[in-house]
């Protein structure tokens, strides 16, 4: 079944339909938790995720401020325009990177920040919480796309090797932030670890699931179990990986083509497939693409077989 979440109150009507007494264990993943207008789960019965004022809480200036009093590491940010170039031009409630900007304008929307850009690696870090403790499931690299007035736009992820070390850094930053909100359920932390200094900074707080889903299920596919707290973790001798297939050019999905995906729909390589007639846009996601392999350059070469089969159905 197909429906249309463009509209919060559809959201609503979709939940009301499916589960009108209340029953059912509700989960809103990234591009709705961040629209929702007031807590559409109140007084649920079983709810996977974070309520509607952790969400407003962390899309807000207050998220640094509490972040700072943790003794947590986070970038400079300022109302007043930079002299220098290296700044970024972000909004509270960005996800996804569609809202980072690189620094072009002196007057900034009521929403809208400076940011210090930070030379670093981008990463980011999945994990689950519970009233007790949390599990960090992956660790993982960030892609963007090669966009120079939106320079953060996300392209993909793809899981990392990391030392004991550093598990135990970012475990202890994890369960700073989960007991500071009460996290439950899946929660992905953005962070940068700086080139020269190594020094570990915390970009953004995403408390619900996102691109990551479809990976990390393939990793711990007993992750909405209590088990999964109780588990050691496990050796990953593989790399995984999920990607946004975007499109070049504007798409037009008529009735053939819509066939020729329906008979992908099945695979595993693909998820969140156009599903109608219908007409994208430049620029804009087709689907998502998965892949996995022992070694990182195969798992690269086969989402480029992946991505080519997909476009060569669409254009």
């Not at 070049?248 to 969140?272: G, M």
Request: aromatic content about 10%.
């Amino acid at each position: 079944m197909t429906v249309n979440f463009s509209q919060i109150k559809k959201i609503k009507k979709f939940i009301k339909d499916k589960d009108p007494q209340r029953n059912m264990n509700i989960l809103i993943g990234s591009g709705f938790s961040e629209l929702l207008d007031e807590d559409i789960l109140l007084s649920r019965k079983c709810d996977l995720g974070n309520d509607y004022q952790i969400h407003k809480r962390i899309n807000s200036e207050q998220f640094f401020h509490d972040l700072k009093k943790m003794r947590i590491n986070v970038p400079i940010f300022s109302y007043t325009f930079p002299t220098k170039d290296n700044w970024l031009i972000k909004k509270f409630s960005s996800f996804g990177g569609n809202e980072v900007k690189s620094l072009y304008k002196k007057t900034l929307k009521n929403t809208e920040y400076y940011q210090k850009l930070i030379d670093g690696e981008h990463v980011s870090v999945h994990f689950i919480a519970n009233e007790k403790k949390i599990r960090i499931l992956a660790i993982c690299n960030q892609i963007f796309e090669e966009n120079k007035t939106k320079p953060f736009i996300i392209k993909g992820i793809i899981t990392k090797k990391y030392n004991l070390i550093f598990l135990k850094k970012i475990n202890k930053i994890c369960e700073k932030i989960k007991r500071l909100y009460n996290l439950k359920g899946i929660n992905n932390l953005d962070i940068i670890i700086q080139k020269k200094t190594l020094d570990i900074f915390v970009i953004e707080l995403n408390a619900r699931p996102g691109l990551s889903t479809n990976l990390l299920y393939r990793i711990h596919k007993d992750m909405f179990k209590d088990s999964i707290f109780k588990k050691k973790d496990k050796v990953i001798n593989h790399f995984y990986s999920t990607q946004i297939l975007y499109s070049k050019k504007i798409i037009s999905i008529n009735k053939k083509k819509l066939e020729l995906l329906n008979s992908l729909r099945n695979s595993k390589l693909f998820s969140e497939l156009p599903s109608n007639i219908q007409t994208i846009s430049p620029n804009k996601p087709i689907c998502l693409i998965h892949s996995q392999s022992k070694k990182k350059q195969i798992l690269r070469e086969n989402i480029k077989k992946i991505s080519y089969k997909i476009l060569n159905i669409l254009y």
